[in-house]
Structures are given as C-alpha cells and as structure tokens.
C-alpha cells in the first residue's frame, strides 16, 4: 500500500508535523528546476526571457485595456466573463497539449516519497502559483475587477474573487493533468502534444471567422445571452459577482461566489482523489505485459490494409508510408494539420459567402506538401531504406509507392472537399475546373516534392511539438517548403489558364479541363519521379547525413 492511501491501516499514521514545511520546500523545489531548467543551455534560457518579457507586455497591455473599458456598462460586464471563461478552459486543456511546460505535473515521480495526499495538495497548489501563467492570470482577473467594481460592496467582493478565480484556474490545470497524467508520459501523450500545432492552427481560424460574425452581427451586444450563462460558470462566476454587487444584487453575487467556492472544493477533493489512484494503482506497462500479445489477440492474421495494397515494393513502401500517418507523432500531426486547415479555409469562406469552388485546391497545396522531404520522416533509420535501393529504378520505385501512398487520401479527399464547397456555394458548374486544377496542381506537387526531397533533404527532430527542422537545416526546409510552392503552380500554370480561357470563352467545355489536368498531372508527377529517383540513387549517403542530425 502506498503511503499516500488516506485510508486507517495497521500502522501508526505517521505524524502531521513533518509535513508543516511541504509548502515551502515544494515551492523552493518548483525553482530549483525553473533554475537547472535554465542553465542547460543559453538558448533556453535566452527564449525563457523573450517569453516572460512578450508574456508581460501583453499581461500589461490587457491590465491597461480593461482599465479603459471602466464605465462602459454591460459591454464591460460581458468582455470580462468571457475572458475569464476563456482563461480558465485555457488552464483545463493547455496542460494536456503542453505537459513538459512544468516538471511538477507528474506527481508519479513523489511516490517513494512519505507523503500524506491532502499536505501534497496544498504545497502543489502553492508551488502551481510560482510562474510566468499564473501572472499573466493575475493581471487578468484584477484588470476584470477594476472594469466592473462600482462601489465598497463590489470592492470587497472583488478583493475575494480575484484570489477565488486564480485558485480554481490553478486548481482545474493541476486535477485536470493529474487525471490524465499516464495519457500525457505515454506515446499518445505525445501525440497529444503534437496536436498543440493543429489546435493552435485551428483556434487562429476559428478566432477569425468569429471576429467577422462579431462585427456583422452588431457587436458585443450579441454576446450577451452567452455572458449570461458563462457568469455562473466557474471561474467566471467569481468576476461575475463583482459586476452583481456593483449592480446592487448582493443575493446573486453570494450565490455566484458560492459557485466558485463549491467548484473549488470539487477540484481540491478530484485532485486529491487523483493522486490517490495514481499512486496505487499499477502502471500501464504492467498492465501491457498481464496482456495477451497483439498478434495473438489479432489471430495471426495480417493487418487488412496490407492485404489491398499492390504487390511488391509497392506494396511494403505504401505500407510503411501509411503506417508513419497513423503512428508517428510528427507525421501525423502534419497530416491531421493539413487535412483540418484544408477542410476549414473552403468550407467556412463558402458558409460566409465570401469564397469561391476554387479554395478547395487549398486542401490539395496542403497535402501536396507532405510529398516534399520525404525521408526526413525516415531519420536516422533511412539507412535501412538506402540499403534496398542500388539503382535509379530501385528509387523510382520506392518514390513511386510514396506518392502513391499521399494520392490514396489526397485524390478523394480533394474531390470531397470540392464537392462540399460547390454545394456550399451552389457554384456546381465550377466544379469539374477545380477538379482540373486540383489534378494538376497535385501532380506538379509530387513530382517536384520527390526532386526536392532528393536534393534538399532535412531532419526532423522527434522531441518538441513545434520543432520541424533540425538546427542549421532551416534554409534547407524553406528552400524545400517555399520553393516547392512557387514550382508546383508554375507546373500547374498550363491547365490554370485553360481552365480561366474556357470559363470566360466557352463554360460548356469547362469539363474538358478534368482529364487534361489528370493527364498533365500524371505526366508530371512522372516527370519529377523520375528526376528525383536519379538524384535519389546518386546521393544516399549525403541524404542519410541531412536526415540524421535530429
């Protein structure tokens, strides 16, 4: 049993009074490894300075706004709860994307350590208080205060829901991590963290489109049914007691302020439990192992995308290309990236009527981008892959199964997307020219993404979510990324323009443009397989010196 079971045993308990100090030591152990963390190296402590001076700009700058928006009535009250609401689902999710932000997340690492849970609890929270986010949290719930606080009532109840708010913030990162703490330390934590990217890439659209609904439907008077509801949410509802009491409904503020309060101790008693169960109950590797092996729980029977691959090469090369999709964390981060951004641009410009069928080649660009560096994601491992490739036909083939492992998903993906934003638009005569274009454009992609992956390879490092390339290889990548870009519409150009001639000319042969852009495209991505595959067979070993460094 562990010795963070709460639970009466046959042992004396032991006493209370060493655990006196837990709140100091742990937040003297919290900066000790802010410190070692620190002195690794000069780069990171060079981005710990840019970050904690952007960090303070902006908590000032918003300190500064909030303050301005004092006397603007029930605009102030909404913007806000809102922004309280935002922060404190910030806290909830963030540690799941970001779980090496803070080494004291994973309290797995204390179990050999006489600790009772509830003192733990309490000096974790203290030591969660030290940092750059509770700061700028701090800066924002006293700014919200000051916006909405008119008069002593509101005064005071402001001064308990500022330490309240930052408390459940606080609190919901630590309960909600330590509930999820064997995801975050295992390979689909990882993946999770990897997925950060996608989340922010996403988020930033979504924030975009929302700001132009904002500004067509009337403003912040829209949002008002929705600050109504968030206001008795926790954290919001601390910031939104101060905005009752300014309004003289003493009543509601208490109850929103109990509302707060409850939550709090909700948080404190999950987390509490959390560390308990974590604790003392085995870890997922013992639990792996207790299992039966994967191929005798699959019956002995090979995995079925296997089976409707083409033979040969073909067939391991598709394979194994797929597989990294599903599996590696970076490549799959990349793929999920391009196929939500590719899916989001179209179909929301469509929804808001402002786009046109000819955004969903923006869906093919993106995926059509995978093709370039194709043996980064191969590391240091593509030594395996050089050893089966003697000649230029050997790489042509190992190229040709890669490009056709992307044209599986890219193809119908691409006439999906098209197809969706058409009928969004109801622009359906359009849609056998996107087809045209997208063919092209995807064509020109592989074939030039397979020269470039011959001659401007690079690695990409498998630790950190937002590192791509390895340090010294940047040039490498942007010639890749961009030049690949710029290359593959210049390819495309020919059938661009005869899709624009027989849009103003003749729109009644518009279709004409679909097997002339599959057949271009075709020929293309030939052309440039066969390029790559030549510069491929001649340079293995200064590919598998570029694709090693990370």
Not at 289 to 300: F, H, L, T, Y
Request: aromatic share 6%.
């Amino acid at each position: 049993m562990s010795v963070l079971d709460g639970r009466p045993g046959p042992v004396a308990p032991a006493p209370d009074a060493g655990t006196d100090g837990l709140v100091p030591l742990f937040v003297r152990l919290k900066l000790a490894l802010l410190r070692n963390g620190l002195r690794q190296s000069a780069g990171r402590r060079a981005a710990f300075v840019v970050t904690l001076v952007v960090v303070v700009l902006i908590a000032a700058g918003q300190l500064l706004g909030l303050v301005l928006l004092r006397g603007e009535g029930r605009d102030a009250a909404t913007v806000v709860v809102l922004a309280t609401g935002v922060l404190a689902l910030g806290w909830a999710v963030l540690p799941l994307f970001f779980p090496s932000g803070d080494e004291t997340l994973d309290p797995s690492r204390l179990v050999m350590l006489p600790l009772r849970p509830r003192p733990l609890v309490r000096a974790l929270l203290a030591a969660s208080l030290v940092g750059v986010g509770p700061l700028f949290a701090l800066c924002l719930l006293v700014g919200s205060v000051l916006a909405v606080a008119h008069g002593s009532g509101a005064v005071v109840v402001g001064v308990v829901a500022v330490p309240l708010a930052l408390l459940i913030c606080v609190a919901l990162a630590r309960s909600v991590a330590t509930a999820n703490i064997r995801l975050l330390t295992s390979r689909k934590g990882r993946d999770l963290a990897v997925l950060s990217g996608l989340v922010i890439a996403v988020g930033i659209q979504f924030v975009n489109f929302g700001a132009q609904s904002l500004g067509r439907a009337g403003g912040l008077s829209s949002l008002e049914p929705v600050a109504g509801v968030v206001r008795w949410l926790p954290a919001a509802s601390a910031i939104g007691a101060v905005d009752s009491a300014s309004g003289g409904s003493y009543g509601e503020a208490v109850a929103q302020l109990l509302v707060s309060v409850v939550s709090l101790a909700g948080l404190l008693w999950w987390w509490q439990r959390g560390l308990v169960t974590l604790m003392t109950a085995p870890d997922g590797s013992t639990i792996a192992a207790a299992g039966p092996p994967r191929e005798k729980a699959r019956g002995g029977r090979g995995p079925r995308l296997g089976r409707l691959l083409p033979e040969g090469r073909t067939r391991t090369v598709m394979g194994r290309s797929l597989r990294y999709v599903l599996r590696d964390p970076k490549t799959k981060g990349a793929w999920i990236t391009s196929l939500t951004v590719g899916l989001i641009v179209p179909v929301f410009n469509a929804l808001q009527g402002a786009g046109s069928a000819y955004f969903a080649c923006f869906a093919t660009g993106l995926l059509g981008m995978q093709m370039y560096n194709q043996f980064g994601q191969d590391t240091s491992a593509f030594w395996m892959v050089a050893q089966t490739i003697a000649s230029p036909r050997d790489a042509y083939e190992e190229l040709r199964a890669r490009a056709l492992a992307l044209a599986v998903v890219t193809v119908p993906y691409t006439l999906a997307v098209g197809a969706l934003t058409a009928a969004l638009l109801g622009s359906w005569g359009s849609l056998t020219g996107v087809f045209g274009v997208s063919f092209a454009l995807l064509g020109g992609m592989l074939g030039l993404g397979a020269l470039a992956s011959a001659l401007f390879p690079y690695s990409i490092p498998q630790e950190g979510g937002f590192k791509n390339v390895a340090p010294g290889q940047g040039g490498l990548a942007w010639m890749s990324g961009v030049g690949g870009m710029v290359g593959s519409v210049l390819v495309a150009s020919p059938v661009v323009v005869l899709t624009v001639v027989l849009t103003v000319t003749d729109h009644r042969s518009l279709w004409l443009v679909v097997p002339v852009g599959a057949a271009y495209g075709l020929l293309a991505a030939w052309a440039g397989l066969r390029l790559g595959a030549a510069r491929t067979a001649a340079r293995l070993p200064e590919i598998l010196a570029a694709v090693s460094k990370g």
